[in-house]
């Protein structure tokens, strides 16, 4: 059963305080998901990433914006990614 809508998730940004919150549609929030080098932030909230050099926005929606982590920062997030998926499957 699809749960219609748009839901609320936490802003993904480079500021570790935040919580601002974004409003996806499940789909949308499982397609980010497929890449592990993307985030969703709200808007704005992508300059700290892409001013460090660490991301660059390849998408804007309504209400959100997705950042790519690129170089080191994406490495980790990849890293990192890989980490917690083998934590879920097994």
């Known amino acids: 059963?699809?749960?219609?809508?748009?839901?609320?998730?936490?802003?993904?940004?480079?500021?570790?305080?935040?919580?601002?919150?974004?409003?996806?549609?499940?789909?949308?929030?499982?397609?980010?998901?497929?890449?592990?080098?993307?985030?969703?932030?709200?808007?704005?909230?992508?300059?700290?990433?892409?001013e460090a050099g660490a991301g660059v926005v390849v998408g804007s929606h309504d209400g959100f914006v997705l950042v790519e982590k690129v170089d080191v920062a994406g490495e980790i997030a990849a890293e990192r990614y890989d980490e917690l998926r083998g934590r879920v499957d097994g």
């Open 1 to 50: 059963m699809a749960i219609p809508g748009r839901l609320p998730f936490i802003c993904e940004c480079a500021d570790r305080t935040c919580m601002e919150i974004v409003r996806l549609s499940l789909d949308e929030y499982e397609e980010v998901r497929t890449h592990p080098r993307r985030f969703v932030t709200a808007p704005g909230h992508q300059a700290l990433s892409v």
